[in-house]
T-cell receptor, first 114, second 116 residues
Framework: DGGITQSPKYLFRKEGQNVTLSCEQNLNHDAMYWYRQDPGQGLRLIYYSQIVNDFQKGDIAEGYSVSREKKESFPLTVTSAQKNPTAFYLC?????????????FGPGTRLTVL | AQSVAQPEDQVNVAEGNPLTVKCTYSVSGNPYLFWYVQYPNRGLQFLLKYITGDNLVKGSYGFEAEFNKSQTSFHLKKPSALVSDSALYFCAVRAVWDTNAGKSTFGDGTTLTVKP
């Protein structure tokens, strides 16, 4: 899992609540990413950021929000607008955001809606 | 649009036998190709990547993959499987012209089970 930490490991949310997932990296990477993983499916990109104070929507951004105030941190908020948030969420980072970069993944957060 | 197909949901092999996990891709232009492994309730770990050069790429834990441009494939192989290789394997593709690493497209994954 390299130098990327995600917390908490497990998170439970009630209907209508917003929750924030933490992602921190000490790899000095410029680019950071959030993915969602559902059983039997590949990873789907939610948001990505190639530099501090800038981020872009991925393929499934609706119902999610992010911020990138520091290079090391890229928190993801799952809002009440996300209709089916139960999933495994993975944060990743890469050196400079170039297409040749390897992405390094955190250990993941499993979110369950009660 | 780019895509990745991992045609087998599950691959079963006996320990000591060779293993192959298949991946085919579709991308506009030349591809960058990646293999990752995921153990239960963990993040993905990088195994190997093809960027350019030799079509046979060697990676971590004795794995290798062969890039075949004419067949648009990037199959993962290992000469002798270990029980500890049992995990979920993902293939990913990225277009060379796309400067954003996050624009990888991942396959749905193949569960490899190695039996003693």
């Amino acid at each position: 899992d390299g130098g990327i930490t995600q917390s908490p490991k497990y998170l439970f949310r009630k209907e209508g609540q917003n929750v924030t997932l933490s992602c921190e990296q000490n790899l000095n990477h410029d680019a950071m990413y959030w993915y969602r993983q559902d059983p039997g499916q590949g990873l789907r990109l939610i948001y990505y950021s190639q530099i501090v104070n800038d981020f872009q929507k991925g393929d499934i951004a609706e119902g999610y929000s992010v911020s990138r105030e520091k290079k090391e941190s890229f928190p993801l908020t799952v809002t009440s607008a996300q209709k089916n948030p139960t999933a495994f969420y993975l944060c990743a980072s890469s050196g400079s955001g170039l297409s040749t970069d390897t992405q390094y993944f955190g250990p993941g957060t499993r979110l369950t809606v009660l | 649009a780019q895509s990745v197909a991992q045609p087998e949901d599950q691959v079963n092999v006996a320990e000591g036998n060779p293993l192959t996990v298949k991946c085919t891709y579709s991308v506009s232009g030349n591809p960058y190709l990646f293999w990752y492994v995921q153990y239960p309730n963990r993040g993905l770990q990088f195994l190997l990547k093809y960027i350019t050069g030799d079509n046979l790429v060697k990676g971590s834990y004795g794995f290798e993959a062969e890039f075949n441009k004419s067949q648009t494939s990037f199959h993962l192989k290992k000469p002798s499987a270990l029980v500890s290789d049992s995990a979920l394997y993902f293939c990913a593709v990225r277009a060379v012209w796309d400067t954003n690493a996050g624009k990888s497209t991942f396959g749905d994954g193949t569960t490899l089970t190695v039996k003693p």
